[in-house]
């Protein structure tokens, strides 16, 4: 073994035995006593277990040393993360174990005010068909439970997942009048809790909701609709829970890229007022109401250009001869075809009620426009006596109808006291004339009163 300064125990031990009293050499013991004085030599041997006493000691406390720093350093590196020792159960900041969380804050106490602020992320559907909308939005609450306060002195908060909402008190804040709603649970559940030293508690959640809508349809498709999303507490009435608007008008906030196909987002606002159930009695309830107004130029091209198109070309059939069916409308074509049967009926029942007929050749013409005299009523009737057309020459002719009174052939010269009833077709023409009119004008006036009411 090396002794201090590194010097070795024997040579060390050699040393203080030659100053003691003698010394070895040349293989026997050589004794100096007659050169030093019995009190020197006391003193030196002293000395000498003195030195020899510390040097021991010395070299001790250094391997000691040693060892101890190297237990020192492995648990420092072992346990450098003081965050990862585990407390015991009287060591934990939050003490949710030794209170009762299934009762609220302040128990038996006033009213625990509980603030709420909103921020919408998107406005998915809005259904007309069902009356509903959907609504994904970040759901915030603010309230203080001194159960909930720890020491602290840099005054942080604490963050925690849903794990510890299952084993405090949160408000049960739900949507009235909700279809469906959950709570976004990828990759995990999309609730945050965080506590404050003083115990004051923010409570986030991100949530999709569909709630119902009544929608007002009278004037579409230039409507607006007014929808609302509204929360309330499920079992605390205001006498125990007494929700409000965090930061009144600013407690709302909305993403500016919202947007939807059919509707232009006018507005969004904050309302409160009490709810009264004649069961339970009175709830405190928060209402996010918000304004659509439909877009127009939408409607303008799926529904109003086509319509336009469809009457403009319904007026063209107009210009169309009566007899081109393919080419004509259905609707106005329809009353012109009617006219045109009745008078056909009419004129069947006239050739069984008088069999006699004239013909006259097609090449002749007769015209007849109300107004005449005694001669060509005389005129007429010789050509129709003498141009007896046979069976098989009637394909060739146009067929006319006279009746006759009894009293005018006895009475011809004393003037005309009967009357000739000619039936003619009459011109079916005359109503696409007028239609050229009246289709386009009632159209525009339609147009005119339907936007000044409207818009």
């Known amino acids: 073994m090396q002794g201090p300064g590194g010097t070795s125990d024997s040579m060390f031990k050699a040393g203080c035995t030659c100053i003691a009293g003698g010394y070895w050499r040349e293989g026997r013991w050589t004794s100096s006593s007659h050169r030093m004085p019995y009190i020197v030599k006391l003193i030196l041997l002293i000395f000498c277990l003195v030195l020899l006493g510390e040097s021991r000691k010395h070299r001790r406390k250094r391997w000691t040393g040693q060892i101890e720093m190297q237990k020192t350093s492995h648990i420092y590196k072992k346990n450098h993360d003081i965050t990862k020792i585990r407390k015991g159960k009287s060591e934990q900041l939050l003490r949710v174990d030794d209170h009762d969380f299934t009762m609220r804050p302040a128990f038996g106490g006033p009213a625990i005010p509980v603030g709420v602020d909103v921020q919408v992320e998107s406005l998915d559907t809005i259904s007309e068909v069902d009356m509903d909308f959907t609504m994904t939005l970040y759901l915030r609450h603010y309230w203080k439970d001194e159960r909930l306060a720890f ?119 904050t309302t409160s007022r009490l709810a009264f159930y ?30 336009t198109l469809m009457v403009m070309l319904s007026w063209v059939s107009f210009w169309i001869d009566r007899r081109a069916v393919p080419a004509r409308v259905s609707l106005e074509y329809a009353a012109v075809n009617y006219l045109t049967t009745v008078q056909e009926r ?5 050739r069984e009620k008088f069999p006699c007929t004239c013909g006259i050749s097609s090449t002749k013409t007769v015209l007849l426009d109300g107004t005449y005299s005694d001669s060509d009523v005389s005129s007429l ?75």
């Open 151 to 269: 020491p602290s002195h840099t005054n942080k908060s604490m963050t925690f997942d849903g794990r510890l909402v299952k084993k405090i008190w949160v408000p049960d804040v739900f949507f009235v009048h909700s279809k469906r709603s959950f709570i976004h649970d990828t990759t995990t559940d999309n609730i945050m809790l965080r506590v404050f030293p003083d115990g004051h508690v923010l409570y986030s959640m991100r949530i999709t909701v569909t709630a119902m809508c009544n929608m007002d349809f009278s004037r579409f498709p230039l409507d607006s609709q007014t929808c609302s999303l509204e929360l309330e507490s499920y079992a605390y009435t205001d006498e125990d829970l007494m929700l409000y608007w965090k930061n009144g008008n600013e407690s709302l906030k909305t993403d500016e890229k919202i947007s939807l196909s059919q509707f232009l987002i006018q507005k969004f606002h």
């Open 278 to 307: 004649s069961s339970t009695g009175w709830y405190n309830r928060l209402y996010i109401s918000f304004t659509l107004r439909r877009h127009i130029f939408f409607f303008l091209l799926q529904t109003y250009f086509p319509a």
């Open 346 to 350: 009419k004129q069947r029942k006239l």
């Open 381 to 455: 009737e010789r050509y129709a006596r003498g141009q007896i057309v046979p069976e098989e020459d009637k394909q060739d002719k146009m067929v006319i109808h006279l009746t006759m009174n009894n009293e005018s052939n006895s009475s011809r010269k004393k003037g005309l006291k009967g009357y000739v009833s000619l039936r003619i077709i009459q011109n079916t023409h005359v109503i696409d004339n007028y239609s050229r009119l009246i289709f386009p004008g009632t159209y525009i006036f339609f147009n005119l009163v339907y936007w000044s009411v409207f818009c």
